[in-house]
């Protein structure tokens, strides 16, 4: 994805004002980097754990890169959260 184009779905998403303020100096920044600088542990497949444990834990490497935890964070939630709830 172009970096045009981020900024146009998220001027769409959140409108003008809050799209200027994002910007997109932090994706630029991250892609010159060239990987994500992130450090996953999970637990094995079929592995039974009590509650309030994670099963994922998603570490930032990068200071400067605090934001994609957050961003990561939220589409390993979208995408695990069913099977995790009705695999019972």
């Given amino acids: 994805m172009s970096l045009r184009r981020f900024a146009r779905i998220i001027k769409g998403?959140?409108?003008p004002q809050a799209a200027a303020q994002?910007?997109?100096d932090h994706i630029r920044a991250l892609h010159k980097l060239g990987y994500l600088p992130?450090?996953?542990?999970?637990?094995a497949e079929g592995t039974e754990y009590k509650l309030r444990i994670p099963s994922v834990?998603?570490?930032n490497t990068k200071p400067e890169f605090y934001w994609v935890t957050n961003y990561?964070?939220?589409i390993f939630s979208t995408i695990i959260w069913?099977?995790?709830t009705s695999a019972t």
């Avoid at 992130?38 to 637990?43: C, D, E, G, P, Y």
């Fill in 38 to 43: 992130i450090k996953i542990l999970a637990l």
């Fill in 22 to 24: 994002i910007g997109t």
């Fill in 82 to 84: 069913g099977p995790c």
């Fill in 72 to 74: 990561l964070e939220t």
């Fill in 57 to 59: 834990v998603i570490y």
């Fill in 13 to 15: 998403y959140l409108g």
